[in-house]
């Protein structure tokens, strides 16, 4: 099996940080991975996407046109991606930052408030987990003590302390069912 996931935003979202998550989670999962990210020249609030793909075959190639599984955090980035999404494939969609819906029939569509959620639970900045915990549920890659291994790869260790509320968020995620 093949997951190729395209995450998309502005950066200062998270976006390179939840493929880095999705990556190692697939990796301590035995799967084969690359992660490939790629950003405009502002460090926050230019364009930002990561494409991710575990398998359990060898990759090919990093670069990801039509994905499986699509997460976008802002109204250009579902513009311009969720049209390539592969058909049988699913979107995530911060529906507190993205304006409108696909009107797609052969995808499934997951509108989740990730910004209004992580906000109202004091986790500010954590959308991002939210939606990667969803999308990581809904694919059943593997279990949460798995993505906690990854995500304590992931943070550094000046930011051990973020590990908890990160996991919260994560959780957040995995038990949205809207």
């Known amino acids: ?7 998309a935003g ?4 998270g ?3 939840a493929g880095k998550l999705i990556a190692y989670a697939g990796l301590y999962a035995g799967k084969e991975v690359s992660w490939l990210p790629s950003y405009g020249p502002e460090m926050r609030g230019g364009t930002c996407n990561c494409s991710v ?24 980035s579902f513009d311009k991606f969720i ?3 592969k058909a049988g494939g ?12 696909s009107d797609r029939t052969d995808i499934k569509c997951f509108y989740i408030p990730a910004t209004g959620m992580a ?11 939210i939606l990667a915990g969803k999308m990581l549920k809904e694919i059943g890659l593997t279990d949460e003590a798995v993505i906690e291994k990854a995500m304590k790869k992931c943070i550094p260790p000046k930011k051990a302390d973020k590990l908890e509320a990160n996991m919260k968020a994560l959780k957040l995620g995995m038990d949205f069912n809207g």
């Not at 099996?1 to 995450?7: K, R």
């Not at 979107?91 to 507190?96: E, G, K, L």
């Open 1 to 7: 099996m093949t997951n190729e996931f395209l995450l």
């Open 10 to 13: 502005f950066g200062g979202q």
């Open 119 to 129: 906000n109202e639970n004091g986790l500010k900045g954590m959308a991002n987990i």
């Open 83 to 85: 049209g390539a999404v």
């Open 15 to 17: 976006i390179l940080f």
């Open 90 to 101: 699913m979107a995530f969609i911060d529906s507190t930052l993205v304006e409108g819906t």
């Open 53 to 76: 793909t575990l398998s359990d075959l060898p990759i090919g190639s990093p670069l990801i046109l039509n994905p499986t599984e699509l997460m976008v955090m802002n109204t250009p």
